[in-house]
């Protein structure tokens, strides 16, 4: 089975700009969830998809968005780029979505600079 | 916040020797589990333990959970240069939202 992939790997904006990452989960999975890594914050939960609906949302302000397609596919899109959105955004996708008992599969990540 | 938080934040062993990091989290969980991180790529899932188990064992790797004091421990045995990464451990919040860890950076020297 191919894993996670996401793309682009590398991008650089430059502030105000505003960016989309996209991910493709593993086949068969249906729930796929983003995340920020930064050397100061760790790894921030941003929201989690399934079937096309956002089911679970953390503390991000509203210029980050998602969404997921019907083939389970997502995007995520920030807008009015910031100098602190500088980060590794990951997604993960996994087979079923509920009740925590499930190990989730990782990509690559996207590095965004924000310059 | 409900981010776990991992001790050592960094360790540094020889080759052929145990490594042992911990985690603490704040609320109830259902779930606990186990992630290493080369540097700059993905993590990738080591190990699942669930709220009313104790003690889970995956080759190298031993899990233990203590819900009481709401603290994991990880412990590689037998450490190769290979195992140089960070380890996160992440509790399941609602549903399908996880807390990740500040991470322990584990560095095996050969």
């Known amino acids: 089975k191919a894993g996670v992939t996401q793309t682009p790997r590398y991008l650089i904006k430059t502030r105000g700009q505003q960016v989309t990452l996209s991910c493709s989960p593993i086949?068969?999975?249906?729930?796929v969830s983003w995340y920020q890594q930064t050397p100061g914050q760790g790894l921030q939960f941003l929201f989690e998809?399934?079937?096309?609906?956002?089911?679970n949302k953390g503390n991000f302000p509203g210029r980050f968005s998602g969404r997921q397609f019907s083939n389970s596919r997502s995007e995520m899109n920030v807008s009015t780029l910031e100098l602190g959105d500088s980060a590794l955004y990951l997604c993960?996708?996994?087979?079923?979505?509920?009740?925590?008992?499930?190990?989730?599969?990782f990509g690559p990540g996207t590095r965004l600079t924000v310059t | 916040s409900q981010q776990g938080e991992e001790d050592p934040q960094a360790l540094s062993i020889q080759e052929g020797e145990n490594a042992t990091m911990n985690c603490s989290y704040k609320?109830?969980?259902?779930?606990l589990q186990w992630y290493r991180q080369n540097s700059g790529r993905g993590l990738v899932h080591l190990i699942l333990?669930?709220?009313?188990?104790r003690e889970k064992h995956s080759g190298r790797l031993r899990v233990t959970l203590d819900t009481s004091k709401k603290s994991s421990s990880l412990l590689i045995t037998a450490s190769r240069a290979a195992d140089t990464a960070s380890y996160f451990c992440?509790?399941?919040?609602?549903?399908?939202?996880?807390?990740f860890g500040t991470g322990t950076s584990l560095t095996v020297i050969p």
């Open positions: 992440a509790t399941d919040g609602n549903g399908n939202q996880f807390y």
């Open positions: 993960a996708s996994s087979w079923t979505g509920t009740g925590g008992s499930y190990e989730q599969y």
């Open positions: 333990i669930r709220s009313n188990e």
């Open positions: 998809y399934f079937s096309e609906t956002q089911r």
């Open positions: 609320t109830s969980i259902n779930n």
């Open positions: 086949s068969g999975h249906r729930s």
